[in-house]
């Protein structure tokens, strides 16, 4: 046996602060076993290496993979992971719909966000809608796991977990500057200085992306783009090496804003098929401003050599106004902006107005300020004990106490339309709209026990989720919320996750996993409603031969009872009440495949060819009528909408020490966004598309490199999705051109 030696990553890589890895390998009849990995602390995984050898599926994406193509978007960052489905809303991917395994990818509201370990949505329990997400361009690593391998990492437990691990502090002082520039006078400065001294860390960086926009409004210059700022610091304190029980403790404070031109009106099929890019007069006023702050306090203490403790206190805030075209009046009748596209020939006076084409009597378009506050609050603590004898066991414990809130303060302008401009008719009255708060309290908790023996390796383990969800309502009159005529509601829920997995490794080039566990989605505030429930399978295999390495996983999700939400991202109402949407079966197949056609050569140049596809059927096994108009009227055996059926990316590359040039090209395939079978209306269609991206950079020296990205090389014109409000498109062509810097 030969064991490597246990080491804590302390200062030098907060990706993996506070955290002990023990690596134990056993050589036996010419096989390497991963007998013991710890690794606890705000990673999830911490590397390929325990990617490959989880009990689940899991994937890694490192610094290199994220830097390469340059991306600041979540969605294309994510494309080549199998398993994860999601449809684009603005091209920059500024609030993404992200799915794993085929849940709900509204607003990434079924899947558990975390940030270095801590729930990073605005209120994952009361509102989970993901209105603020953490920009993947500052990230150092970004981590997804699935299946029974993240029953640790809830509440949203059916699909999994996406853990984006920030930038860390580094041993030495070193510092790195990122700047691009490209048409639609799309910019990135992104700069960051580290170090230690002594016992102590620290590390302050920014990043700014602003951009004008790839559309335009009609009669209007006014910019379609955003501006993001983004500000990290932190500092950190350890014991000293020789420290009879180390410690470390760290302090992170985030800061970022967001202006963005962003609005749910998308266009008609007509208009979409003349001019892709165009906006109409009715989005003029449509403006996103949001800030957000996380402070962040986690302490890590070894009091044995194998027995650690991690705990961190934060807290979130996130405040929005999205400012957009919410309905218009005809006759004094409120007709959804989602109505009104979907059905143009039924509302032509209407459709004139709104494109600037005809002028309006006062008060026609209602603009909503979606005015809304978030809090979050929690606290967590993680106990991490491995010992060896006849075999390597690891034993985990953890809990968290957290607290969120959405205070909605909404109200909404009046708009008139004359000569071609929008112009204010009324102001509204602030909490005049929405004037509530919902809020959430919750205790988790989960115990995890990892036997391996030999080539075998079990997994059990089980989560507790006790919440209770309350909403305030002061009600459209009461704007000073003297609670005159407060309503209140309760809904508790009291919930065990079970789940277990087993991997066996035949040799050192082939091994299977597998697993099940329970699904779970908290339900909303509403008296009774029971919580989204799912018995999830998966059967996967790892392999490595002649240089091939790759992984294929089958998985089953059985939902008893799946929760649709009426959000208006998706063409709701914007309630966010949830309903019941019945039961759902969703099966998939994951392929993942890497190779390097000059694995045998001895050569200085590598030519790496990645290939990944994900196969999803998702249907409906319950018939009902979902007045929000979610799914629609659903019969037994409709496919789920929004869930492409199969994706594939390919990519292929040449890499040498001076330079490297990378091409990436994705298939999504057409789905449909209501509920049905059989042939899709041409009304309920998003078509396939296949993107292609590119990469180069070329290495001055060690300290500078000079980038050339390309996002959409072909230049496809292709609609991502008809909600929330008519037919959107994706991102142009686009090219930035940049020089990175570091020392």
């Not at 403790?249 to 962003?262: A, C, G, P, R, V």
């Not at 929005?320 to 902006?337: A, H």
């Not at 006076?349 to 809304?372: C, F, H, P, W, Y």
Request: charge should be negative; proline fraction near 3%.
């Amino acid at each position: 046996m030969r064991t490597l030696t246990t080491f804590i990553l302390s200062l030098s890589c907060v990706t993996y602060i506070f955290s002990q890895q023990t690596d134990t390998i056993q050589k036996q009849d010419s096989i390497r076993k991963l007998k013991e990995v710890v690794v606890f602390s705000q990673a999830m995984l911490g590397s390929k290496f325990a990617a490959k050898n989880r009990t689940g599926s899991a994937y890694f994406i490192d610094q290199t993979e994220i830097k390469k193509f340059g991306y600041t978007d979540i969605n294309r960052v994510l494309r080549n992971v199998p398993g994860v489905n999601l449809y684009e809303e603005d091209g920059f991917g500024l609030r993404p719909n992200i799915s794993l395994r085929g849940t709900s990818a509204e607003r990434s509201a079924k899947i558990t966000v975390m940030e270095d370990g801590v729930l990073i949505a605005p209120a994952p329990y009361s509102a989970p809608a993901a209105y603020y997400f953490p920009n993947v361009g500052r990230m150092n690593s970004t981590e997804i796991l699935k299946g029974s391998s993240q029953i640790q990492y809830g509440p949203y437990t059916t699909g999994g977990a996406i853990n984006l691990i920030s930038s860390p502090i580094t041993k030495e002082f070193s510092g790195y500057l990122d700047a691009s520039a490209g048409n639609f006078h799309t910019n990135k400065v992104h700069a960051r200085v580290s170090g230690t001294e002594g016992q102590f860390g620290y590390m302050a960086e920014f990043l700014n992306q602003n951009s004008d926009g790839f559309k335009d409004i009609d009669n209007s210059d006014d910019h379609t783009g955003f501006d993001k700022n983004d500000y990290v610091a932190k500092l950190s304190y350890s014991s000293r090496a020789d420290a009879k029980i180390y410690q470390n403790l760290l302090f992170k404070i985030q800061y970022s804003d967001e202006t963005s031109n962003e609005t749910y009106l998308g266009l008609t099929e007509e208009d979409f098929e003349s001019n892709p890019f165009r906006r109409y007069v009715g989005s003029q006023e449509d403006v996103m401003e949001t800030e957000h702050q996380q402070y962040a306090l986690t302490h890590y203490i070894e009091p044995l050599k194998n027995f650690n403790i991690t705990t961190s206190a934060y807290i979130n805030v996130f405040e929005r106004n999205w400012f957009k075209l919410d309905y218009v009046l005809e006759e004094g009748k409120k007709i959804g902006i989602a109505n009104l596209l979907d059905n143009p020939n039924d509302f032509p006076e209407l459709m004139a107005i709104v494109k600037g084409e005809q002028d309006s009597d006062d008060d026609v378009l209602a603009v909503k300020a979606n005015n809304r506050r978030y809090k979050a609050r929690g606290i967590q603590t993680n106990f991490n004990y491995f010992w060896n004898d006849w075999a390597t066991h690891q034993f985990e414990v953890g809990a968290r106490y957290h607290y969120d809130e959405e205070d909605r303060f909404q109200w909404v302008d009046a708009f008139k339309v004359e000569d071609g401009r929008m112009q204010l008719t009324q102001a509204g009255t602030p909490g005049t709209d929405a004037n509530r708060v919902s809020a959430a309290t919750a205790f988790s908790a989960f115990i995890q026990y990892k036997l391996t023996y030999d080539k075998l390796t079990i997994t059990p383990g089980i989560r507790y989720e006790n919440i209770s969800l309350e909403r305030e309502d002061y009600g459209k009159n009461d704007t000073s919320r003297t609670g005159e005529n407060l309503s209140r509601r309760v809904n508790n829920i009291d919930q065990w996750i079970p789940g277990i997995g087993v991997s066996y490794k035949f040799n050192e080039s082939f091994s299977a996993f597998g697993g099940v566990h329970r699904g779970f989605s908290p339900p909303t505030n509403t008296p009774g409603q029971d919580p989204e429930k799912s018995i999830n399978y998966e059967l996967g295999t790892r392999f490595s031969w002649k240089g091939l390495t790759g992984e294929v996983v089958g998985f089953f999700n059985d939902y008893s009872n799946l929760l649709g939400s009426d959000l208006a991202a998706s063409g709701g109402t914007g309630s966010l009440d949830q309903f019941n949407a019945g039961e759902v079966e969703v099966k998939g197949i994951e392929l993942l495949l890497n190779y390097n056609l000059l694995h045998y050569a001895k050569s200085k140049y590598s030519i790496p060819l990645g290939f990944s596809f994900t196969y999803n059927d998702a249907e409906f096994k319950s018939s009902f009528d979902s007045a929000e108009d979610i799914f629609g009227v659903v019969n037994d055996g409709d496919e789920v909408p929004y869930i492409t059926p199969s994706q594939f990316n390919a990519s292929i590359g040449l890499e040498h020490e001076k330079f490297n040039i990378s091409l990436s090209a994705k298939y999504s395939d057409t789905f449909r966004t209501f509920a049905g079978s059989g042939t899709i209306p041409a009304n309920q269609r998003v078509s396939g598309h296949t993107i292609v991206d590119f990469a180069s950079a070329y290495h001055l020296n060690k300290n500078i490199s000079l980038r050339a990205n390309i996002i959409n090389l072909l230049d496809e014109e292709f609609v991502v999705a008809r909600r929330p409000a008519g037919l959107r498109p994706g991102h142009p062509f686009g090219m930035s051109l940049g020089i990175v810097a570091r020392f």
